[in-house]
């Protein structure tokens, strides 16, 4: 199992807005290709106005093929426009990881199409 834990910081107060514009374009589509993601998280402390999510692939390969899928989809090249439109992210903080085999596994994500 992999996990594709991903942080964006955006510009001081921008994190509603940003998010807006992903519930709008980009959710829909990584639902069809990524399933539901096993977290979305707004920061409470700590780093401020920033915002986590994770996935959660079978493998590499998996991610590498269902992210290869999406990137196809003219509906992500909309919702990556509307990203330069609204201009509100600063930096993106990937980290692939995989769980530890004592702990729960995450539920494998359903795919919405």
């Not at 829909?28 to 692939?57: D, K």
């Not at 989809?73 to 980290?95: F, H, I, M, R, T």
Request: hydrophobic share 35%.
């Amino acid at each position: 199992m992999l996990l594709d834990v991903r942080t964006y910081k955006c510009k001081p107060g921008c994190v509603p807005a940003q998010l807006e514009i992903y519930k709008k374009y980009g959710y829909p589509v990584q639902l069809r290709y990524m399933g539901e993601p096993l977290c979305y998280a707004v920061a409470e402390s700590g780093e401020l106005n920033t915002f986590t999510h994770i996935w959660v692939y079978e493998s590499a390969a998996d991610r590498e093929q269902k992210r290869a899928a999406m990137a196809k989809d003219p509906d992500w090249a909309v919702y990556l426009a509307e990203n330069v439109k609204g201009g509100y992210l600063l930096s993106q903080d990937n980290c692939l990881m995989t769980q530890v085999p004592w702990a729960p596994q995450p539920a494998k994500p359903k795919i919405h199409k």
